[in-house]
């Protein structure tokens, strides 16, 4: 496995995604941050952004000015839920499923990542926010095994004050941890706030329990996530 300091998402689909179908998982927030116009300009046969926003609302339109700005055109937009049960129907299949800022939102880690499973062909690349191994800050510290995550509603208050304390130093606010947040609307987990908190090794490990072969794994080039570029197996 091929694991850099630094791993670039965009140059990875520049590299693979030509004469394939692609799609962008939860890509709208932010905007900047989408890929769909990357894979187009790469020679995507299809890139579909697919996204929980309902149609028509603010986020969209930002994404299609973007989109316009760039001269990008032939695009396709679909509405769904990753986590729902019916998703990997409403989006069909992939050759290469991308998803970054997402894993930590929700609350269902395997009904979301078997689903992006099951919609990809060959490729699957994903990136989310990671904890170090161990956090030291004024209040205490926080260790992180490989083979761990912690439950952000549920973190004790001494716990919760030092992940606060170490995201606020690198920038980050995150719902529920930073801030008060809710996570459950009539028993139902809400998607804006964060639900794990895990390092690279246990993303790694969560993607080798679905059978995928990691092909690199690395920090992004500005450090604040991990991404994992994997492929499925005979793909």
Known sequence: MEEPRRLNKRKLIKRHVAGLSFVDVGGLWGTRGETVTTALSAGASRAVMADIQEPGGSWWQRFEAHCAELGVEGYEELQVDICAPGAPDRLGTF?????????????????????????????LL??????????????????????????APVLTPENRRVVAEYLAEKGLKANGVTEPAEYLAEGWPLSSP?????????????????????????????????????????A
């Open 194 to 234: 964060w639900w794990w908190l895990f390092t690279s090794e246990f993303m790694i490990e969560l993607v080798r329990m679905y059978g995928l072969e990691i092909l690199a794994a690395g920090q992004s080039p500005h450090g604040n996530a991990f991404t994992v570029f994997a492929q499925l197996p005979d």
């Open 95 to 123: 050759d290469f499923v991308h998803c970054s800022g997402v894993m930590y939102h929700v609350a269902d880690l395997f009904r979301f990542l078997g689903n992006l499973v099951s919609v990809a062909n060959k490729y």
């Open 126 to 151: 994903l990136s989310s926010v990671v904890m170090p191994q161990q956090i030291r800050t004024p209040s205490g510290t926080l260790s992180f095994g490989p083979d761990c995550a912690y439950l």
